[in-house]
């Protein structure tokens, strides 16, 4: 019970908060909905349900993923969290059909929204906790990412690197784009519905809804059908490992590396260069002191290396400040 505690806990908590969140939200909306009427109001509660589920589904994934590598998975489970994301895709892409049929139905056939206040007080609370989902979203990206961003400038540096965040997080973070664009959209909706004659708006912003949540799960789908068949890490990730690496004294190349990503976490196999003149014992010494330095960071789970003498040749040649290490080492 303890270790399923520890797992629990252990969980992508942007996608936790997200469903609680949603599940509220989706709630309001959808009793908002049954007594104005409001097209964008029932597109709006479509895509907080699909969100509610989407997250507490991937949360669950997330939590099952964390699970330590077993003799039949030596590899860990990594990617399974990227299967309850491709499942999350198959939600989202049935509400958006949903939701632009309803936007066509509306377009067709106007409805005259009532019950204005009501709408307004919940959508303004939408508004209120998707942004704040949407926040805690980026502030997780940022963490993820180990980007020094802080405040306003968590925005830029979250849109930077959501591609480098972990599956669940990107999910939350491009959902409550979403949610919370459409959210603002029903806002505006509901209002040209109640102070203008052009009813025709209601349908039309149930469409774009329906258009954006077609986006989110084509964008999500994608990322997680690469994910599935095993994507090579970003190259920023490349470099900090190299980094790592050639920062030991004894290291003077990087013959090979491949860098894997699973889930959040990273396999890293590859050869290095030691220096001339050491016993085997001395080499592997160094090997499992390197190994252990690239373990020792969060996100890497699993490293396999080789190790060869110095060959005299530069092999590895990513970036300037790599072969600034190297280079000092060498002399």
Not at 279 to 303: E, F, G
Request: glycine share 8%; hydrophobic share 50%; aromatic share 8%.
């Amino acid at each position: 019970m303890s270790s399923f505690i520890q797992l629990i806990k252990k969980g992508n908590t942007s996608s936790g908060i997200a469903a609680l969140g949603n599940a509220g939200i989706a709630i309001l909306k959808g009793v908002a909905a049954s007594f104005s009427g409001s097209g964008t109001m029932f597109a709006s509660a479509m895509h907080s349900v699909a969100d509610a589920i989407n997250q507490g589904f991937v949360f669950s994934g997330s939590v099952l993923a964390e699970r330590a590598p077993s003799k039949r998975f030596p590899t860990g489970f990594g990617r399974v969290i990227n299967i309850f994301c491709m499942v999350a895709v198959i939600v989202v892409t049935i509400m958006a059909y949903e939701t632009i049929k309803e936007g066509f139905h509306l377009l067709n056939h106007p409805a005259h929204a009532t019950n204005f206040w009501l709408s307004l007080i919940v959508l303004l609370i939408s508004v209120g906790v998707d942004g704040g989902i949407l926040i805690k979203a980026m502030k997780e990206i940022v963490k993820e990412t180990r980007s020094e961003a802080k405040g306003t400038a968590i925005v830029s540096a979250a849109i930077r690197n959501v591609g480098r965040a972990a599956p669940p997080t990107r999910l939350v973070f491009y959902e409550d784009v979403v949610a919370t664009s459409g959210a603002l959209l029903a806002l505006v909706a509901v209002i040209i519905a109640q102070f203008t004659s052009f009813d025709r708006f209601d349908g039309i912003a149930t469409m774009l809804i329906g258009l954006l949540m077609v986006f989110v799960a084509f964008k999500v789908g994608y990322d997680n059908m690469i994910g599935l068949i095993g994507v090579a890490a970003p190259k920023v990730i490349e470099e900090r490992i190299a980094q790592i690496i050639l920062e030991d004294s004894d290291v003077r190349d990087i013959n090979k590396m491949r860098i894997i990503q699973e889930g959040r976490f990273y396999h890293v196999d590859g050869y290095i260069e030691l220096r001339k003149g050491l016993t085997l014992a001395d080499a592997d010494d160094i090997k499992y002191r390197v190994r252990d330095k690239l373990l020792a960071d969060p996100d890497i789970s699993d490293v396999t290396l080789g190790i060869i003498e110095d060959d005299e040749l530069q092999s590895w040649n990513k970036k300037e400040e790599v072969e600034i290490i190297r280079s000092s080492y060498m002399k």
